[in-house]
Protein backbone atom coordinates (compact mmCIF):
# COMPACT_ATOMS: atom_id res chain seq x y z
CA UNK A 1 0.00 0.00 0.00
CA UNK A 2 0.43 4.06 -0.08
CA UNK A 3 2.62 5.57 2.81
CA UNK A 4 3.46 8.60 2.89
CA UNK A 5 5.71 10.30 5.22
CA UNK A 6 7.45 13.70 6.53
CA UNK A 7 11.00 14.81 7.45
CA UNK A 8 10.20 17.14 9.88
CA UNK A 9 7.47 17.17 12.62
CA UNK A 10 7.90 21.26 13.55
CA UNK A 11 8.98 23.86 11.38
CA UNK A 12 9.49 27.09 13.11
CA UNK A 13 10.24 30.09 10.67
CA UNK A 14 10.48 33.67 11.23
CA UNK A 15 7.58 35.72 10.01
CA UNK A 16 8.28 37.17 6.44
CA UNK A 17 10.66 34.18 5.68
CA UNK A 18 9.87 31.63 3.30
CA UNK A 19 8.53 27.99 4.72
CA UNK A 20 9.55 24.64 3.12
CA UNK A 21 7.73 21.71 4.56
CA UNK A 22 8.68 17.76 2.94
CA UNK A 23 7.41 15.19 2.06
CA UNK A 24 7.94 11.49 0.80
CA UNK A 25 6.02 8.86 -0.79
CA UNK A 26 6.28 5.33 -1.56
CA UNK A 27 4.01 4.30 -4.43
CA UNK A 28 6.06 5.66 -7.71
CA UNK A 29 2.66 4.85 -9.32
CA UNK A 30 0.96 7.89 -7.70
CA UNK A 31 0.35 10.22 -10.02
CA UNK A 32 -1.87 13.27 -7.82
CA UNK A 33 -0.52 14.99 -4.92
CA UNK A 34 -2.26 17.20 -2.54
CA UNK A 35 -1.03 19.61 0.16
CA UNK A 36 -3.49 20.77 2.99
CA UNK A 37 -3.63 23.13 5.86
CA UNK A 38 -5.15 22.24 9.22
CA UNK A 39 -5.73 25.12 11.74
CA UNK A 40 -6.60 23.64 15.38
CA UNK A 41 -10.14 22.16 15.43
CA UNK A 42 -11.04 22.49 11.99
CA UNK A 43 -10.69 20.05 9.03
CA UNK A 44 -8.14 19.91 6.35
CA UNK A 45 -8.35 23.51 3.81
CA UNK A 46 -6.76 21.99 0.23
CA UNK A 47 -3.55 23.99 -0.86
CA UNK A 48 -2.43 23.22 -3.85
CA UNK A 49 -2.32 19.90 -6.30
CA UNK A 50 -0.08 18.44 -8.32
CA UNK A 51 -0.15 15.69 -11.01
CA UNK A 52 3.21 13.79 -11.91
CA UNK A 53 3.21 15.19 -15.54
CA UNK A 54 4.12 18.16 -13.64
CA UNK A 55 7.51 18.80 -11.23
CA UNK A 56 6.40 22.56 -10.20
CA UNK A 57 3.25 24.39 -9.77
CA UNK A 58 2.43 27.82 -8.33
CA UNK A 59 -0.26 29.58 -6.49
CA UNK A 60 -0.77 32.61 -4.31
CA UNK A 61 2.69 32.96 -2.10
CA UNK A 62 2.85 28.69 -2.40
CA UNK A 63 4.78 26.41 -4.62
CA UNK A 64 4.55 22.92 -4.70
CA UNK A 65 7.60 20.49 -6.33
CA UNK A 66 7.09 17.39 -7.23
CA UNK A 67 10.65 15.02 -7.81
CA UNK A 68 8.88 11.86 -9.15
CA UNK A 69 12.78 9.93 -9.21
CA UNK A 70 12.89 10.37 -5.59
CA UNK A 71 9.18 10.00 -4.62
CA UNK A 72 9.57 13.97 -3.08
CA UNK A 73 7.34 16.32 -3.21
CA UNK A 74 7.64 19.62 -1.16
CA UNK A 75 5.65 22.68 -0.23
CA UNK A 76 7.24 26.20 -0.34
CA UNK A 77 5.32 29.28 1.18
CA UNK A 78 7.39 32.55 0.20
CA UNK A 79 6.85 35.25 3.24
CA UNK A 80 5.40 33.26 6.00
CA UNK A 81 2.96 35.15 7.77
CA UNK A 82 1.55 34.55 11.44
CA UNK A 83 -1.77 32.88 9.52
CA UNK A 84 0.12 30.68 8.32
CA UNK A 85 0.66 29.13 11.47
CA UNK A 86 -1.13 25.44 11.18
CA UNK A 87 -0.41 21.90 10.61
CA UNK A 88 0.27 20.93 6.85
CA UNK A 89 -0.22 17.48 5.51
CA UNK A 90 0.45 16.11 2.09
CA UNK A 91 -1.43 13.66 0.73
CA UNK A 92 -1.24 11.32 -2.53
CA UNK A 93 -4.78 10.98 -4.37
CA UNK A 94 -6.20 7.87 -6.07
CA UNK A 95 -9.63 6.00 -5.16
CA UNK A 96 -8.94 7.42 -1.63
CA UNK A 97 -6.49 9.74 0.31
CA UNK A 98 -3.50 9.29 2.05
CA UNK A 99 -1.76 11.40 4.52
CA UNK A 100 1.49 12.10 5.94
CA UNK A 101 2.17 12.64 9.29
CA UNK A 102 2.03 16.24 9.53
CA UNK A 103 4.35 19.47 9.64
CA UNK A 104 3.71 22.12 12.15
CA UNK A 105 4.26 25.53 11.10
CA UNK A 106 5.17 28.08 13.87
CA UNK A 107 5.59 31.75 12.47
CA UNK A 108 7.36 33.90 15.42
CA UNK A 109 7.29 37.50 15.24
CA UNK B 1 -16.55 25.86 -4.53
CA UNK B 2 -17.66 22.66 -3.20
CA UNK B 3 -19.17 22.83 0.68
CA UNK B 4 -19.10 19.67 3.04
CA UNK B 5 -20.89 20.57 6.18
CA UNK B 6 -20.65 18.30 9.55
CA UNK B 7 -22.13 18.41 12.21
CA UNK B 8 -22.30 18.73 15.04
CA UNK B 9 -18.86 20.18 15.90
CA UNK B 10 -18.43 19.14 19.20
CA UNK B 11 -19.98 16.24 21.40
CA UNK B 12 -20.05 14.82 24.47
CA UNK B 13 -21.18 11.66 25.39
CA UNK B 14 -21.17 9.55 28.41
CA UNK B 15 -19.80 5.81 28.34
CA UNK B 16 -22.25 3.32 26.43
CA UNK B 17 -23.76 5.51 24.65
CA UNK B 18 -23.76 6.28 21.04
CA UNK B 19 -23.33 9.02 19.00
CA UNK B 20 -24.48 10.42 15.42
CA UNK B 21 -22.46 12.18 13.22
CA UNK B 22 -23.45 13.96 9.85
CA UNK B 23 -21.86 14.62 6.54
CA UNK B 24 -23.53 16.71 4.35
CA UNK B 25 -22.39 18.14 0.53
CA UNK B 26 -24.11 21.27 0.01
CA UNK B 27 -23.53 22.58 -3.58
CA UNK B 28 -22.84 19.10 -4.86
CA UNK B 29 -23.53 15.29 -5.28
CA UNK B 30 -21.05 13.30 -3.45
CA UNK B 31 -21.41 9.75 -4.51
CA UNK B 32 -18.85 8.76 -2.38
CA UNK B 33 -17.86 10.13 1.31
CA UNK B 34 -14.97 9.41 3.61
CA UNK B 35 -14.83 9.57 7.32
CA UNK B 36 -11.39 10.37 9.17
CA UNK B 37 -10.75 9.97 12.15
CA UNK B 38 -7.61 12.34 13.88
CA UNK B 39 -6.13 11.81 17.39
CA UNK B 40 -4.12 14.36 18.80
CA UNK B 41 -0.71 15.25 16.77
CA UNK B 42 -1.86 12.70 14.51
CA UNK B 43 -2.69 12.53 11.29
CA UNK B 44 -5.85 11.66 9.23
CA UNK B 45 -6.16 7.83 9.45
CA UNK B 46 -9.34 7.25 6.97
CA UNK B 47 -11.87 4.58 8.58
CA UNK B 48 -14.08 3.88 5.88
CA UNK B 49 -15.35 4.90 2.46
CA UNK B 50 -19.05 5.43 1.90
CA UNK B 51 -20.77 4.90 -1.00
CA UNK B 52 -24.01 6.11 -2.18
CA UNK B 53 -26.55 3.10 -1.86
CA UNK B 54 -24.21 0.63 -0.79
CA UNK B 55 -22.84 -0.62 2.39
CA UNK B 56 -19.32 1.49 3.49
CA UNK B 57 -15.92 -0.26 3.19
CA UNK B 58 -13.71 -0.13 5.97
CA UNK B 59 -10.06 -0.18 6.66
CA UNK B 60 -8.48 -2.50 8.05
CA UNK B 61 -9.06 -2.64 11.93
CA UNK B 62 -11.93 -0.61 11.85
CA UNK B 63 -14.87 -2.46 13.23
CA UNK B 64 -18.04 -1.92 11.03
CA UNK B 65 -20.62 -2.40 14.00
CA UNK B 66 -19.23 -0.06 16.25
CA UNK B 67 -18.98 2.72 13.75
CA UNK B 68 -22.22 2.59 11.73
CA UNK B 69 -22.25 4.33 8.20
CA UNK B 70 -25.14 5.17 5.94
CA UNK B 71 -25.22 6.99 2.88
CA UNK B 72 -28.69 6.96 2.04
CA UNK B 73 -28.63 9.94 -0.44
CA UNK B 74 -26.34 11.78 -2.78
CA UNK B 75 -26.14 14.96 0.00
CA UNK B 76 -25.68 13.03 3.54
CA UNK B 77 -24.13 10.49 4.90
CA UNK B 78 -24.07 9.56 8.81
CA UNK B 79 -21.45 8.26 11.11
CA UNK B 80 -22.70 6.36 14.28
CA UNK B 81 -20.55 5.43 16.95
CA UNK B 82 -22.16 2.98 19.30
CA UNK B 83 -21.73 1.75 22.66
CA UNK B 84 -18.76 4.96 22.59
CA UNK B 85 -15.94 4.60 25.43
CA UNK B 86 -13.44 7.05 26.70
CA UNK B 87 -11.08 5.56 23.80
CA UNK B 88 -13.59 6.64 21.13
CA UNK B 89 -12.71 10.17 22.12
CA UNK B 90 -10.99 12.28 19.03
CA UNK B 91 -11.64 14.25 16.23
CA UNK B 92 -13.76 12.94 13.42
CA UNK B 93 -13.58 14.35 9.89
CA UNK B 94 -16.01 13.33 6.95
CA UNK B 95 -14.79 14.16 3.10
CA UNK B 96 -16.99 13.94 -0.15
CA UNK B 97 -15.64 13.06 -3.21
CA UNK B 98 -18.06 13.13 -6.66
CA UNK B 99 -17.57 9.90 -7.81
CA UNK B 100 -14.04 10.06 -9.77
CA UNK B 101 -10.51 9.29 -8.83
CA UNK B 102 -7.68 11.51 -8.48
CA UNK B 103 -9.78 13.96 -6.80
CA UNK B 104 -8.81 16.65 -4.23
CA UNK B 105 -11.86 15.62 -1.40
CA UNK B 106 -13.41 18.84 0.17
CA UNK B 107 -13.43 18.54 4.08
CA UNK B 108 -15.96 18.81 6.87
CA UNK B 109 -15.03 21.39 9.74
CA UNK B 110 -15.10 17.89 11.72
CA UNK B 111 -16.81 16.70 14.82
CA UNK B 112 -14.61 16.34 18.26
CA UNK B 113 -16.05 13.94 20.00
CA UNK B 114 -15.65 13.16 24.14
CA UNK B 115 -16.78 10.09 26.18
CA UNK B 116 -17.01 10.49 29.26
Known amino acids: GESVGLHLPTLSVQEGDNSIINCAYS??????FIWYKQESGKGPQFIID?????DKRQGQRVTVLLNKTVKHLSLQIAATQPGDSAVYFC????????FGGGTRVLVKP | GAVVSQHPSRVICKSGTSVKIECRSL??????MFWYRQFPKQSLMLMAT?????????EQGVEKDKFLINHASLTLSTLTVTSAHPEDSSFYIC????????????FGSGTRLTVV
Open chain 2, 95 to 106: SAGQGRTNYGYT
Open chain 1, 27 to 32: NSASDY
Open chain 1, 50 to 54: IRSNM
Open chain 1, 91 to 98: AVSGNKLT
Open chain 2, 27 to 32: DFQATT
Open chain 2, 50 to 58: SNEGSKATY
